[in-house]
């Protein structure tokens, strides 16, 4: 048999208007603070997820953010160019060249899996969020309308002082430094370089022409002669 429930408290009439009006007690002592929009803009944080900026020249067409978006708003269309070998009997390579890239802001669920997704750093969030458009159509930004966006992405935040360096950095910088030290050999074995080639330009004399020269009697001897 089922246990019977325990005894419940008598309500008393008018408690949920007592506790609706307390709250509103409360909040009329407090200031209020009005934003005037859109004479005042907002301060959105940096990480606010408004509109999606595309830097195309590190987009190299793998399609991946178009197969991840859970709402298929992504378009991409691309060819296939052939890039000659760089040395002679290189072989030549094929690259995918970007033709359209377009973002339907009206299918859009701002989720962020594309930017998450993306290897190569093309896709970034911007706070901006006046794009509203009368006509749907138009929410679908084509790659100009998205680069446009790129130019009010906010600058990234500073690394913990603490933190170790990225991999790139370190690898970057010591490709920097490698090259600046070539440099300064190159330089400092330019001097010697030049002494050795001027002493090449001069011409060598063998032992025997000075003595030679010392004892041919001259012109103007042989004609008093």
Known sequence: MAEPLPPTRPRIPGSGLAKGLAVTLRTMTRKTVTEQYPDAQPELPPRTRGVIGLFEENCTVCMLCARECPDWCIYIDSHKETVPAATPGGRDRSRNVLDRFAI???LCMYCGI??????????FWSPEFE???TDIRDL?????????WMWTVPAPPALDPGAEEPKELAA?????????AQQEADRATEPHADEQARAAEQPTRPAGDSKQQTDQPRPEQEGRE
Do not use: G, M, Q, W
């Open 104 to 106: 339907d802001f009206s």
């Open 114 to 123: 594309c930017i998450e997704v993306c290897p190569f750093d093309a896709l």
């Open 131 to 133: 794009y509203s458009e």
């Open 140 to 148: 679908t930004h084509e790659r100009d309308k998205l680069r446009e």
């Open 172 to 180: 970057a910088r010591k490709t920097a430094d490698k090259l600046a």
